[in-house]
């Protein structure tokens, strides 16, 4: 089965086929024998690499995973060339627009944009409190909010959309 | 009076609640747990001999909820408190309070608390007792125009704190005389906020400054020593996440000169039990004294791993009324000891808080290494309360071999469910400077583009290796138990036997 | 020769092999694990940095299996072994092939062990050193007839031991006359199997004896230092089960010539690593010559904590051709240090090792707290190797401060899935005798019938509370799975709703 | 819900019934609420009896329980009063012979008694080997071998039975 996966900002293409009791991984032109013992189902793993020792933990079980290896985090997201290509066919360009969601659980304390304001990258759009600290949420690209979905005082789940931003391109021409 | 306490309640929830819990019980002193509705399941409560549930999850109307805890003791038949840190440990209303019910408070007397705890008040009465402090406004400034006059004579870059504060709360930078404003405006706000009192006051913020702090211990009798002190500079928006002792610019007559002058402090204000003198250092080795911490210090533990001393075991004979079991010529240090704070925060997105249910959980363990935490496998984490999962303390011989075994510990900390710092508390260990000892709070500023590196060639390749086996992993889990649900026929058997041989 | 080892393997499993890789981790050297079949998912594995399957689960054919083992070092280009302790720890013809194969074995020489593993000669030699040993025969006995005239000689009791002895395997003790042949038996046999030779020895049986045993270090440059003493007399089964530093019976001046005589041990055979002179000491506190450790000792981790020097780093250190680092003078010791062994056994049933699968699993924390463990929840414990699961250590600062800590630590250590002796520790911390520092290696047999007396009525009304308890949970717990199963219609919801909240 | 608890030697009759969130257990004279939160089901618990807080680890789910309390293993049989009916028309007056079991896993080294042995409680029955020592299995009561189920060298799993003994009264008048 030949694997996407994609770290940072890259994308590394992975062939995997089981081998006995174990897989025979290619990366580039190299080819590895991996041993895999599980500790935790969906959890926690052994994993030797051509006897280099790997303890893995895995939280997700969709494209994106987190893993930690070694005490490190690492956030990759995988596909399989069936995924790919069922993906391909599926969806065709999806947007691309700038729905700034909130990262986690909180309170939105004040809201400091609203339609059609301009923003630059780093510009503060609204503050919001967790864990009793005030945390900016902030522009991360130059634009024009296209709509604001949260007020003053309102609770929020991790993942809520708080503003939509649009790029200056699809912005059309300066308002003022 | 009795030598020792008869029963106490702990104040508190998380580490520190189980730290203070575990002291007890070693103490052989009964003790009570209170617990708010996010917390009935926590370590501190099943920890505890009692515990009493104390309102919803919101701090104001639980672990804030004073009368509550109050009324709490008193049904208990508890003699004492003890606050921990955070919520009530620096209100002397609360300490007053309890001492007013009958009750002893496991700190200092509320009206030390409030001389220290008003930083502006604090500020003035160090200066006449001499203790060296920072530039900085003579008092508390309520508007702008003020806090440009203070600024334009102490030249920026001042520091906007509120004069309540603590815990990096409410503090606020500034470099720039346009931002002064802004600035002025959230750590009013914050302050009010986090204190209930919107104070604030302009500190000079020192070139490169070192954030190294003294632990005092003072007792009934007028015994005040202290245990040496913490470098706290490695922080992240204000808030420390790792300190160590020794710190390696204080020499034997440094470690003397400020003992004495945070001891001076405590015996200013009749301070009582365990306390924290914080100090800023410049990069001349200067001391500024900055504010005292009127409790139990999140970072007590490493003091604790160089000295031998227990300080909360001490804490609770200090408020029994006992006299300190020790003398300042009896305190030797032993080695270097380190704390990191794993706080559940996504240092890739600006620290900021992370949410979850912790799935799986590996604590490290062997030698000299110490795992403060309130941690389980189930536990949620949400944005009630603090970050702070856990403390992982290590000691070693020097320094070098602490931060070898730190970064050992860290290694075996695995933490699923929540994302956490671990991670980039390890690269903190990595970076050259760190190694050296060459730091300042403004150390992960100056480091962002080490701190924040993609990995390298090799890792990437593994991680890439490793990624594509646990996908691969996952599907075949998958399908097992897709296989398992649906029943299956003969022929799809060899699927799940083929995956059950290796979940053996 | 660098002084550094360039890549380590362990020969062992379990918590020692954990012990030994986190040295070589934050000794900054890489490091290969060795295991068998049983063993793929154990921590030793997961925490090396690389790993290599040796065999089928019997030891035989994996961790006793030296000739596989050298292979695999020298196959991942290492350049050293660290035996650990059992399986080939104290195999002198294995540390030779080890040695001949170009590879430094981390431990003694080959013959230094040869010499004292063989108990008969070792004893001649260090009567002839002038190192005090206890009476009994001069050499190996191997007729009935000739324990009898020895047994006769120097009075009952006597215990008949194996010549090539160890870690309480092979061991008999006999009261009466009459039970002399059948020990003789068991005794043959069980040394037999355990190390491939029969032969056995018969010693005096000392009256109350303390088994007290002191920790040296020696480099490969004459320098022989001691580490101080380690009681062990808490036995069952003649296996050590609580450990503590410093000894009750022990003052500077005992510690000092008991030092001495250790040193003079190592020093006779040209002793080099770590290792441990074990002493009986009887109840007018002269000691006696038992045997001599030829290798790191399980109970290694007290001495750390006392000490502050990390025993298996000093081994890595003197393997690597180093110098000691330090000198006697330099060795302090600070507190009170206390090691429990956590099992896998039924102490109500004759302490028989357990077997099962850890399902959960909380290690207690807190500060001055050690645990040395292999164990993780799903975990296998089966009979092909050691029971012991865990060492938990805790160090304070006086004797009775350790004991409460250890205690409230035990309490916090809870293991379901295999029976194991953690409330058998609890109770023997309980007992008078123990918290009084009177106890020998007999203690365990007469205290009977206060460790297994059976709950308090209080602790009884509390468990039978408890237990109706959780019956009535597992209960709801069943329903609701199976209405889960089921599916259930729209009334049987609310039984589903109801235990889920809970489960919340 | 009647529930009937066998700990040690005793049998102590508790009667528990839901009230409210939690139960309100009665034994003896006294009745206590007892709050009960799950940590994780089937497995962990923290039970507030009275406010008095004790953490309870549990593993099995029959009649027969080990609970851990606060580090502490108890072996506890509880049996409700519907089971208490159900097994008393069930099953008549069982045997209570003396079958002595293999406590775990291990190789039988050395069988020393053969049918129609009389032995005393504390007798050596056979040595089985486990985990690398030699076990003495004992008699636990005067009797008469009924039964021998292994022989040397043999490797038998726990819960095995190994010797079925005869209560001297059942074994009849003595044989010699």
Known sequence: MRYFVRIGGKELEVDARERGRGLEVRLGDRVHAVDTAVVEAGLKYSVLVDGRSFAVSVDGDGRKLALIINGRAYQVEVEDERERAGRAIGSGGSSGGGVVESVMPGIVRRVEVEPGSRVKAGDRLLILEAMKMENEICAEMDGVVEKVHVADGQTVEGGAPLVTLKAPAEAGPAAA | MSDKLKKVLVANRGEIAVRVLRACREEGIPSVAVFSDADRNALHVRLADEAVNIGPPPAAQSYLAGEKIIAAALRCGCDSIHPGYGFLSENGDFADAVAAAGLIFIGPPGRAMREMGDKVRARARMR?????????????????????????????????????????????????????????????????????????????????????????????????????????????????????????????????????????????????????????????????????????????????????????????????????????????????????????????????????????????????????????????????????????????????????????????????????????????????????????????????????????????????????TLAHELRRLRSLRAERRGGGAGGEMSAWRRAGRRED
Chains 1, 4 share one sequence.
Request: with cysteine; glycine share 10%; hydrophobic share 45%.
């Open chain 2, 128 to 468: 006449a007792a001499g203790v060296p402090i920072a530039p900085g406004s003579e008092g508390a400034v309520d508007d702008l125009a003020e806090i440009r006059r203070v600024a334009a004579e102490i030249g920026l870059p001042v520091m906007i704190k509120a004069a309540a504060g603590g815990g990096g709360k409410g503090i606020r930078v500034v470099r720039d005389a346009a931002d002064l404003g802004k600035a002025f405006e959230m750590a009013r706000s914050e302050a009010e906020k986090a204190f209930k009192s919107g104070a604030v006051y302009v500190e000079k913020f020192l070139d490169k400054p070192r954030h190294v702090e003294i632990q005092v211990l003072a007792d009934r009798h007028g015994h005040v020593i202290h245990l040496g002190e913490r470098e706290c500079s490695i922080q992240r928006r204000h808030q420390k996440i790792i300190e160590e002792t020794p710190c390696v610019l204080v020499d034997e007559d440094m470690r003397r000169r400020m003992g004495e002058a945070a001891v001076q402090a405590a015996r200013e204000v009749g301070y009582e039990n365990a306390g924290t003198v914080e100090f800023l250092v410049d990069a001349r080795r200067n001391f500024h004294f900055l504010e005292m911490n009127t409790r139990l210090q999140v970072e007590h533990p490493i003091t604790e791993s160089v000295t031998g001393i227990d300080i909360v075991r001490e804490q609770l004979r200090i408020a029994a009324g006992r006299p300190l079991s020790l003398g300042q010529d009896d305190v030797t240090f032993r080695g270097h000891a380190i704390e990191a704070r794993i706080c559940a925060e996504d240092p890739d997105n600006a620290f900021l808080p992370a949410v979850g249910v912790i799935k799986n959980l590996d604590l490290p363990g062997g030698g000299s290494v110490r795992v403060d935490a309130g941690l389980y496998e189930g536990m949620k984490v949400d944005v009630y309360y603090d970050s702070l999962l856990a403390k992982l303390v290590v000691r070693a011989n020097d320094r070098a071999e602490a931060i070898a075994r730190m970064k050992r510990a860290l290694a075996e900390f695995q933490v699923t469910g929540v994302k956490t710092n671990i991670g980039f508390l390890l690269r903190v260990l990595e970076i050259g400077d760190f190694l050296a000892g060459e730091y300042d709070t403004g150390f992960i500023e100056r480091h962002r583009a080490e701190l924040f590196a993609p990995p390298s060639d090799g890792a990437e390749r593994d991680v890439a290796l490793l990624a594509v």
